[in-house]
């Protein structure tokens, strides 16, 4: 396995927590409907990103196999 696998796994897990923290965020009574619509902007954009990166790494675990 090339040791570019486990690197985009922790990748996937920084960006995971930072969408975290995104969530947690978006959980406060007291955030404006305008500040609810970046929050949720950001976490679509971030899981985007996630879904393109994993793609990736399928493919490339794909191509890999003997």
Known sequence: M???IPRR???ITA????LHAVAVEGQRADNAAD???VLLIQLRSGIAAL???MRTMAKSLKGARP
């Open 9 to 11: 796994f922790a990748d």
């Open 15 to 18: 960006k995971l927590e930072d």
């Open 35 to 37: 500040m609810q619509e």
């Open 51 to 53: 879904d393109a990166t």
């Open 2 to 4: 090339s040791k570019a």
